[in-house]
C-alpha cells in the first residue's frame, strides 16, 4: 500500500494541542503501517509564537494567525482546539468553505452553532468531526451518529464534567462540605480559579445540547437546556441521600417524547446505588444510554485531560484523512427543528427535605399538600429533635409545575418552618 | 433529499433475523428521513420455508437457500445471521465477490476465518461490518476500529458471555453452586440445554479473538486464545473471594506486549470490587480498554437478546448502505501476522488455597516453596480447623509457568494436604 500524505493545520497549541503533537509522534509511524495514511503537521497557530519548535515541529512551522493556518494551501485538513465561539466559528467555516475537512473539540462551539457548521460540512462534502467535544477521551458521538443509527434513542443520562463529578465524589467520600471539595479540587487543578463553568453546569450544558442533538437527530442548542449547578449541594444532602442508598451527580438528562418532543436538563440528582453511574466516581465521566431496542448502554473513560483529548482527536484526524483520499465523509445526516420541551413538563420523582414544628397533625398536613397537588409519596422518613422534626419525602415522578407549586405552599404552611432541600431523583417511577 | 433504495437478502431467521425485521418495520422510514436511504428487505433464507410471511414481509420473500439469495440480483447487500463457520463462510465469500456488502454478526465465523473475510472485503472494496459479533447490543467493535485509531492499545479485558456472567452472578448473590446456578440459567433460557459453548469458555474465547485481532492489529485466531472455563469455579472459591473483596468473573484478556507478542486468554478471574468490572453483573457484558493515551474505558450493556443485537445489526446496514451508495467502504486496515505469547509467559496474580497439616513450620516450608520459584507473596490468610489449616494466599504478578512449577512442588510437600482452588487476580500488581 503507497501512502499517502495529508498535510494538518493545528489551531491552538495549549494542553491539548501538545499533547496531539507527542501523541502523533508516537503513533504516526503505525497510524501509516495500518491505514496508508501519513498524517504530518505542517502548521500550528499558537497564541505567541514558539521559536524552539515542539517534538518533531521545527520553529518554522509555528505562527500566530489561524486564519493563515486555514488558508495555507499546505493545509489539507483542519483541526481546531482553541475553545470559544469566535473567531473559533468563523475559522472552522472558512475551511469548510474551502473544503477543508475538520476536527474539533470545541463543545462551546457546536453547542451555539453546531447545525450551522454541520450543514456547511455537508454542503462542501467534508467532515466535521467532534469526538472530544464531549466526555473527552471517551467513543460516544461516533457511537450516536454511527452504532445507533437504527436505534430510537429514549434518554440519554451523561456525566460529563469531571471537575463537579470529583467535588461530589469528595463530598461523598471524606463528608466535606462544598467550599471546602472545590477549593481542594482548584489546588489539584481539576478546577479553574473561577469555577462557574463547571459548578454552575454551563459546560455539562453545552455538552448535553450536543448529545441531544446527535441523539434525537434535531438541533438543539445550549440555551435549550435547563440548568441548575452544584452550589447550592450541602454535605447534610450527600449524607442524607447516602443513607437512603443514593448518590448525587450532577447529570446532563436528554429525553426524546412520543409526541416528538425533547427535554434537555442539567442538575443535580440522586443516583440509586444499584445504577452504574452512581459507581463513576472522581474526574471519570460515563454517558449512559435508553434505547428501545438496545436497552441500556454505558460509556466510561477520562473525560477530560491532554492525553485522553488527543486520543478521541487523532482518532477523528485518521477517519477524515482516510475520507478525504477517496473523496467521502460522513454526516450527522437531516436534523429535525428541535421542538424543546418546557422544564415545566419534565416529570421526575423529587426529595424533598422539611423542618417542621413538632406538634400533632403536622404530618397529615404536609401530606394532604403533597396529595393536593396529585404528588404522590414513595417514602418518608422522619427525625425528631427537641421541639422540631426533619422529615425527608421521595416521591414519585411528578411535573416540575406540580413540585413547584407543592413547594409554594409548603412554604405557606405554619408548620413548615423551613424548605432544606430540593433535589431531583432518577430510578424511581 | 432523494431517497436511495438498497436491498437486503438476509440470511438466517431466527431470534435476531425475526427482530431485525420487525425493527426496520419500525425504524424504516425514520431511518430514511435522517439518511436518505430506505432499507427494504428483499428475501430471506430461512431453515424452513414461512409461508405466513413476517411483519411487512409476504411469504414469496421466503426461501430456503441462501446461495440463491446471495446471488439474486435484487439484493444489494447481504445479512448474515446464521451462525457456525460453514456454510456462512463460502456464502460470505460469494457475496463480497459480487461487491455485496456484508453484516454479520457471527463471531465463530471470523474467529475462524476473520483475517481472509477481511482482505476479501478490502480486495473488493466494499465493507464487512460484525459489530453484533461481540457483546451483542454494545458498540465496541466501532469504537475499536475507529475512534480509537490514533491509541496504543494495551490491554482489552472483556466480560463477553452473558450466560457464565449470569451463573457467576447467581452464585455470589444467592451462595447457590455452580450446578444449581447452571440449572436455573437453563430453566430461564440464559443456558442452553448442552452449556459447553458458553460454561467452558468458547464463546467468550471466539469474542477474544475478534477483539484482540481488532484492538492490536493482527491476526488472532480463535485456537489462539488459552481457555479455562467456570465448570471448577466453586461456592467455597465465590465466598472466599468476596470476604477479601473481590468478585470473580470469566474475563477474556487480550494484552499487546513491548516485543510485539499478543497474549490473548479466558479464565475466571477475581476483580477486585473497586474495579468497574466487579459491578457488571447478570446477563450484561462490559468491555474494559486500557491504552496509552486515553487510559481506561468501558463499554457496558447487553451482549445479548434479540432487540439488543438486532440494533447493531441495523445500525452496519445503515452504514455500509451509505458506504455502498457513495461506492466506498470501511477497512480494518493491514493486519500483521500474531505472534502469540505462549500462556506459560503471560504474567498475573494468583489466588493459592492450601489445606495444610497444622503443626510447627508448615507456614514457612510453604513460604520456601514461593520463594524458590521467586513467587512473592501479597497477602496470606490463614483458618484453623481441629488437626488442619486452611491457607489462602494471594500473590503478586507471576509467570504462568512459575506458578505452574510452585504448585507441583506444593503438591509434593507431605505438610499440603490439598490443593483446593487455583484462581488468576487482576488488579493487584
Known amino acids: 500500500m503507497s501512502s499517502h500524505t495529508v498535510r494538518i493545520g493545528l489551531l491552538g497549541h495549549g494542553t491539548v494541542g501538545r499533547a496531539l503533537v507527542a501523541l502523533l509522534d508516537r503513533r504516526g509511524a503505525a497510524i501509516e503501517a495500518r491505514t496508508g495514511v501519513r498524517l504530518e503537521i505542517t502548521r500550528v497557530a499558537a497564541r505567541s509564537p514558539r521559536p524552539a519548535g515542539d517534538g518533531s515541529l521545527g520553529a518554522d512551522r509555528f505562527g500566530t494567525d489561524p486564519a493563515a493556518v486555514v488558508a495555507a494551501p499546505d493545509v489539507d485538513l483542519v483541526v481546531e482546539l482553541m ?67 437504527g436505534e430510537q434513542v429514549r434518554r440519554v443520562l451523561g456525566i460529563v464534567n469531571g471537575t463537579t463529578n470529583y467535588i461530589l465524589t469528595r463530598m461523598t467520600s471524606s463528608g466535606a462540605d462544598y467550599a471546602d471539595a472545590l477549593a481542594e479540587a482548584q489546588a489539584l487543578g481539576y478546577a479553574e480559579a473561577d469555577p462557574t463553568a463547571d459548578v454552575d453546569g454551563h459546560d455539562a450544558a453545552a455538552k448535553a445540547a450536543v448529545l441531544a442533538t446527535i441523539a434525537f437527530g434535531c438541533a438543539v442548542r445550549a440555551d435549550d437546556v435547563a440548568r441548575e449547578g452544584i452550589r447550592g449541594v450541602t454535605a447534610a444532602d450527600i449524607a442524607a441521600a447516602d443513607r437512603r442508598g443514593f448518590r448525587i451527580k450532577l447529570l446532563a438528562i436528554a429525553e426524546s417524547h412520543h409526541d416528538g418532543s425533547v427535554g434537555v436538563r442539567v442538575h443535580p440528582t440522586l443516583v440509586p446505588l444499584g445504577h452504574p453511574l452512581a459507581a463513576v466516581n472522581d474526574a471519570f465521566n460515563a454517558v449512559f444510554i435508553e434505547g428501545d431496542a438496545v436497552g441500556e448502554l454505558m460509556f466510561y473513560g477520562r473525560g477530560a485531560g491532554g492525553d485522553p483529548t488527543a486520543s478521541a482527536v487523532l482518532g477523528d484526524v485518521v477517519d477524515a484523512a482516510l475520507n478525504l483520499r477517496v473523496g467521502t465523509s460522513a454526516s450527522i445526516g437531516a436534523l429535525r427543528p428541535a421542538r424543546i420541551r418546557p422544564l415545566d413538563d419534565a416529570e421526575c420523582a423529587f426529595s424533598v427535605q422539611l423542618t417542621v414544628a413538632d406538634r400533632p397533625g403536622v404530618l397529615a398536613r404536609v401530606a394532604a399538600t403533597f396529595a393536593d397537588h396529585g404528588v404522590s409519596i414513595r417514602s418518608l422518613e422522619q427525625e425528631d429533635a427537641e421541639d422540631r422534626a426533619h422529615l425527608v419525602f421521595i416521591t414519585h415522578a411528578v411535573a416540575e409545575s406540580a413540585m413547584r407549586a407543592t413547594l409554594a405552599d409548603l412554604a405557606d404552611l405554619a408548620d413548615v418552618l423551613s424548605v432544606d432541600s430540593v433535589l431531583r431523583v432518577i430510578g424511581v417511577v
Chains 1, 2 share one sequence.
Open 83 to 149: 475553545g470559544g465561539v469566535e473567531p473559533a466559528r468563523t475559522l472552522v467555516m472558512a475551511a469548510l468553505a474551502a473544503h477543508k475537512p475538520v476536527v474539533t473539540a470545541n463543545k462551546a462551539l457546536l453547542a451555539s452553532a453546531g447545525p450551522e457548521l454541520y450543514a456547511a460540512a455537508d454542503a462542501a462534502g467534508v467532515d466535521l468531526l467532534f469526538e472530544a467535544a464531549v466526555a473527552g477521551g471517551i467513543p460516544i458521538i461516533r457511537p450516536l451518529r454511527e452504532s445507533l443509527r
